[in-house]
C-alpha cells in the first residue's frame, strides 16, 4: 500500500554534514507523522525525531541543535539535516509514518534504511 524510500547516507568526517531524504509513494489518503530511527550496531533501534503533518517537530537529546526534521506535504517526504556528525552517529537511518491508508484503516510505516558512517 505505502512505501518509504530513504536516501542521502554514505560516509562523512566527524564534524560533517549530510541530507537524508525519504519519500513515501502508494496509495493513501494522508501523512499523519513522519519520524526517523537509527540503530547502531550491536544496538536496538531509537528514535531521532519526529514531524507531524503540522509541522511541529520533536528532538532526542542525543542530536538536538545539530539535527533538523522537516517536511514537504506535497510531495509526501520528510527530512533530516545532519550537521557536526559525530562518530556515534553513524547507523542505519529508518524513516518511519504514520499513515491512513483507507477509513479506518492507519498503518505504521518502514524504510529499509540508509547506512550512514561517521569517521575519520
Known amino acids: 500500500q505505502v512505501q518509504l524510500v530513504e536516501s542521502g547516507g554514505g560516509l562523512v568526517q566527524p564534524g560533517g554534514s549530510l541530507r537524508l531524504s525519504c519519500a513515501a509513494s502508494?496509495?493513501?489518503?494522508?501523512?499523519?507523522?513522519m519520524g526517523w530511527y537509527r540503530q547502531a550496531p550491536g544496538k536496538e533501534r531509537e528514535w531521532v525525531a519526529t514531524?507531524?503533518?503540522?509541522?511541529?517537530?520533536n528532538y532526542a537529546n542525543s542530536v538536538k541543535e545539530r539535527f533538523t526534521i522537516s517536511r514537504d506535504n506535497v510531495q509526501n517526504t520528510v527530512y533530516l539535516q545532519m550537521n557536526s556528525l559525530k562518530p556515534e552517529d553513524t547507523a542505519v537511518y529508518y524513516c518511519?509514518?504514520?499513515?491512513?491508508?483507507?477509513?479506518?484503516?492507519?498503518?505504521?510505516?518502514w524504510g529499509e534504511g540508509t547506512l550512514v558512517t561517521v569517521s575519520s
Open positions: 514531524i507531524t503533518s503540522g509541522r511541529n517537530t
Open positions: 502508494g496509495k493513501f489518503f494522508r501523512i499523519n507523522a
Open positions: 518511519n509514518a504514520d499513515v491512513l491508508t483507507a477509513p479506518y484503516s492507519r498503518m505504521n510505516y
